[in-house]
T-cell receptor, first 111, second 113 residues
């Protein structure tokens, strides 16, 4: 298995633009998690899905953030409009039991 | 509300010596604890775990100790190697069918040759 796949690996955009981050979980995993890592806040959970259904989105910072999981093999995290304070590394992880497997992350820079 | 605290942002040790990384938690519902290791430009990877019914779990050079009464766990690495240099995250799990993990802010371990 290729593991969790995220794209793009790096994204540089200007304030106000829409950003879409993509994730392909490990086949057979029924949980998918989106995290954001910053120096100030560490690794924080944004939202997670179980069987493609959002279970807890309490970590989503504000309405500019949205996430979808249209099928078991694909999820997106969208920021619209983006702001400089959204600059961070965004990780996707998937699991079928208690252990989560992380993707390599997307480094987002909003200028 | 920080349920997981890793109070040492960084730790530096000499190769061959012991590294001890600490983690404190506040939620008594946590019943399973994982340690993740993260290299720069990579996602975290699972290292070792311990269930709340145990007080020690060992895997090669890595040992995790759990003190439930003190709500404290520690990760020991013996002997430390330069390749162990990474950020280590303590991550408790609250049990049941909820597979959500809570992460500490991490400790950057540097092992000097």
């Amino acid at each position: 298995d290729a593991g969790v796949i995220q794209s793009p690996r790096h994204e540089v955009t200007e304030m106000g633009q829409e950003v879409t981050l993509r994730c392909k979980p490990i086949s057979g995993h029924d949980y998918l998690f989106w995290y954001r890592q910053t120096m100030m806040r560490g690794l924080e959970l944004l939202i997670y899905f179980n069987n493609n259904v959002p279970i807890d989105d309490s970590g989503m910072p504000e309405d500019r953030f949205s996430a979808k999981m249209p099928n078991a093999s694909f999820s997106t995290l969208k920021i619209q409009p983006s702001e400089p304070r959204d600059s961070a590394v965004y990780f996707c992880a998937s699991s079928s039991l208690k252990m989560q497997y992380f993707g390599p992350g997307t480094r987002l820079t909003v200028l | 509300d920080q349920q997981v605290k890793q109070n040492s942002p960084s730790l530096s040790v000499q190769e061959g010596r012991i590294s001890i990384l600490n983690c404190d938690y506040t939620n008594s519902m946590f019943d399973y604890f994982l340690w993740y290791k993260k290299y720069p430009a990579e996602g975290p990877t699972f290292l070792i775990s311990i269930s709340s019914i145990k007080d020690k779990n060992e895997d090669g050079r890595f040992t995790v100790f759990l003190n439930k009464s003190a709500k404290h766990l520690s990760l020991h690495i013996v002997p430390s190697q330069p390749g162990d240099s990474a950020v280590y995250f303590c991550s408790p799990h609250s049990g049941g069918s909820n597979y959500k993990l809570t992460f500490g802010k991490g400790t950057l371990l540097t092992v000097n040759p």
